[in-house]
């Protein structure tokens, strides 16, 4: 199901004067001070960043943590906006939050993944935000949950607003992994497949937790054809009160922006676009092939189930199970294929045959 969101694309959005990818928002994680903004921003806008983030609320997992400076940051904020002449963005987390922040003219809102999670929440801050023509930027939920980031789409919208943009931030796990959050790229895919125009950044920083991962998820990012990066940077990283670890100087963030290698997002005019084209239709052939297989081996499945139920054996042969998965890694391994997929591949196929013969045993037959 694709969402009917009329949304404005990045060029509407009066932030960027270039629109070339990647669109990037940098700044500190949290304002500390008014020093640590404006010695931070002032880095940044020398290194051509347009757009300054600074967290003033942070919803922090436990108590006692730094949870930001409050209203009192809001002019600080103002103040870089006017003599830098930075973009600012912050994150809003309740009406309240919205109303001051709009008060101070705060150039761009986001959620975050916190926030996201939370039906009512999101809610709310759409609600104070009727009538408001300024881009916001939504967080996926911590949880790798799709309907909950698609919803917190529909609720803004519905009340009118147009400038929306999504930041993948990476989702939380119970065991720990190379990277702070898990990626689950295939979320943010499967996203813009449902709500096309939606412009995407990645939050390289949230993702890893820590700064040496923030090239390699920056590349991938642009790999896959993302808008833009919202980047945590802050003039002494070490010493910052939230995510030091994942912070980096202006100086280091500029050097992973000139290594980036950005790739043709719209091949359509070039003779990339032919070679391309060609490509997929024998994707399609193959995948057209795959289906075929699929139906054939369900036919034979379904005899087989038929043929069990007929002289009473039960479905699962385990046996026969343990020999076809070993057979199937093996030539995966011969075919350099990674074995991760083929097992899951498998898997599904198999627990499809099982539902389909249970299916068969349990049908009262006239
Ligand atoms: C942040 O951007 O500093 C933040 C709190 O992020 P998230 O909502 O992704 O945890
Ligand atoms: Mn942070």
């Known amino acids: 199901m694709a969402c009917q969101l009329d949304i404005q694309p990045c060029s509407e959005w009066n932030l960027f004067?270039?629109?070339q990818r990647p669109l990037v928002i940098a700044g500190p994680c949290s304002a500390e001070s008014?020093?640590?903004l404006s010695n931070t921003a002032t880095l940044l806008k020398n290194n051509g960043i347009e757009v300054l983030r600074a967290g003033i609320w942070k919803p922090r997992t436990r108590p006692n943590c730094?949870?930001?400076?409050?209203?009192k940051g809001l002019p600080w904020l103002q103040y870089i906006q006017k003599t830098l002449g930075l973009k600012v963005a912050t994150e809003v987390a309740n009406a309240h939050h919205v109303e001051a922040a709009l008060k101070q003219g705060i150039d761009m809102l986001w959620i975050g993944a916190r926030s996201t999670a939370n039906p009512f929440v999101v809610q709310?801050?759409?609600?104070?935000?009727?009538?408001?023509?300024?881009p916001v930027l939504v967080k996926n939920p911590v949880n790798p949950d799709i309907?909950?980031?698609?919803?917190?789409f529909e609720r803004l919208y519905i009340c009118g607003i147009k400038k929306l943009g999504a930041i993948h931030r990476g989702f939380s796990s119970y065991n720990s992994n190379r990277y702070r959050n898990t990626p689950q790229w295939q979320i943010p895919i499967e996203l813009k497949r449902r709500i096309k125009q939606l412009p995407l950044f990645c939050d390289p920083s949230h993702i890893s937790g820590h700064r040496e991962y923030i090239q390699e998820i920056s590349q991938k990012a642009m790999?896959?054809?993302f808008d833009g990066l919202i980047i945590e940077s802050h003039i002494q990283p070490d010493c910052a009160l939230s995510d030091a670890a994942q912070q980096i100087t202006p100086q280091q963030l500029n050097n992973i922006l000139k290594q980036l290698i950005i790739r043709d997002a719209h091949p359509n005019n070039s003779s990339n676009h032919l070679i391309i084209e060609e490509l997929r239709e024998k994707i399609d052939t193959l995948d057209n092939s795959i289906l075929?297989?699929?139906t054939h081996r369900m036919k034979i499945i379904e005899e087989i189930g038929h043929?069990?139920?007929?002289?009473?054996i039960t479905i699962l042969q385990p046996d026969r199970w343990e020999n076809i998965l070993s057979r199937v890694i093996d030539e995966a391994r011969k075919n350099n294929l990674p074995v991760e997929l083929v097992e899951r591949v498998f898997k599904a196929i198999h627990q499809a045959s099982i539902d389909r013969q249970t299916d068969i045993m349990n049908r009262h037959e006239k």
């Open 34 to 36: 008014e020093e640590q």
């Open 307 to 312: 043929y069990k139920k007929q002289n009473n």
């Open 17 to 19: 004067s270039r629109l």
């Open 147 to 152: 309907e909950l980031w698609v919803g917190a």
């Open 66 to 71: 730094f949870e930001g400076v409050g209203e």
């Open 223 to 225: 790999d896959l054809g």
């Open 292 to 294: 075929e297989a699929l």
């Open 124 to 134: 709310e801050i759409a609600e104070a935000l009727k009538g408001v023509d300024i």
